[in-house]
């Protein structure tokens, strides 16, 4: 109507005519009418959708308290087993790079040897790994991660694999899988795993008695080494046993300075002690130089890069984020602890012979990988630093205490294992991040920061 009395307004002023006044009008009301039927479109569709998500939310809450209870175990079930199959990919691999470190030691061992005795050598790391692994199978696991029954000493099942499977009482079906919180697992996922560090383990003792040693007679040390000797220490300290919880705190190594590493270096001592030296060795010591530095910088190579399935796939699973990063520090860790204990050896025997001893460097770079083992877990980057750094010079020190004592160690396995297992245990609690005085552990690590922090 305020557009009608507009236009006559408009038309007594201006003489518009009728007709162009009754057009105008129309086309006004037209448009009103369309605009109007667009809002009421608009509208419906804004209501049908509320409605919609009404019914969608009644839906929702109308879900039965078994229905939920089942949807969410199979969620939870679903979840178990992404979480295992990231573990078994994780620890599958890892294991076979520790494996991998066999032909790191078989070449670092060949090279340091006389050249007409490299076949021996390369016979016994082979016959180290099968034997050894028969040991680990007829009774080293059982010994070493069966259940105690009461004894912290040593296990008492799973010899011959015993119990690895589960057998399905409806069904009959038998699987290697079994389920807890912490995902789906096998039991051979961690004796496989183990078994890669038993036989690392023993063939430590191959390069101490390099040159000195018949077949069949290493063959019956690596059977009882694998299958008795090495499970019995892993059962005190990584199978839950007596030194686990000693002074209610218990043995702490990471991935085997001491359980691995000084366990193969005794052995090799004790092997070198009692074999002797080589005929000539400390007469005409030239003649027992490494015979091929390729294969000894090779053999080193390869064992710094199976250490990396050493030392990380220690953390035993990679569920979380949480796992990458531990498995991260330690790789930070041990890549710095190795660098730093070559050329701390390098730099010290060029300082004193005045020459470059690349034998002296690939030992050195051991020395430092065997200091970190233990504490590669709960150590700051400077820490391990300082423990690569003091472990070169442990390693200097107890090599030249073999020469003085005129103990034959052709590889120095005993220096390099053995008492550089020793400092990389001590140096866990000295240096340890998490653990005050209260916990019989030191100075909470070498960091570079002011105020006193540790990682969760």
Known sequence: MRGLATCAVLAMVGGMPAEDLTAEFRASLEALRSQVAENRATIEGQVARLAELESTRRLQTSVDAATYATTLASLQATDYGFTGALDSLWLCLCGALVMFMHAGFAMLETGSCRA?????????????????????????????????????????????GNGFYTKDATTGVITPVSCTSDGC????????????????GATIVSGGVAERVKGPTYAAYAFVMTSLIYPVIVHWSWGSGWLSTLFDVGYMDFAGSGVVHLTGGVSALAGTVVLGPRKGRFVNPEEFEAHNLPLVVFGTFALWFGWYGFNPGSTLGMKSGSDGALAAQ???????????????????????LRKYDVGGLCNGILAGLVSITAGCGNMESGSAFAT?????????????????????????ASPVHGFCGIWGVLATTLFDWGKGFDHYHGWSGWDCSLDDWSLP
């Open 116 to 160: 007409k005795n490299a076949s021996n050598v390369l016979m016994k790391n082979l016959v180290n790994v099968c034997v050894g692994t028969i040991g680990w199978w007829v009774m080293g696991w059982a010994l070493a991660y069966g259940d105690g029954n009461g004894t912290d000493l040593f296990g008492t099942t799973g010899f011959f």
């Open 185 to 200: 697992q096998s039991t051979m996922l961690s004796w496989f795993f183990q078994w890669a560090f038993c036989t690392a």
């Open 330 to 352: 330690v790789a930070m860790n041990t890549t710095l602890a190795a660098a730093t204990g070559g050329i701390t050896v390098f730099v010290l025997r060029f300082a004193v």
């Open 388 to 412: 690569g750094l003091i472990g070169a010079i442990v390693y200097q020190s107890a090599s030249m205490l073999l020469q003085k004592l005129k103990i034959d160690d052709p590889v120095d």
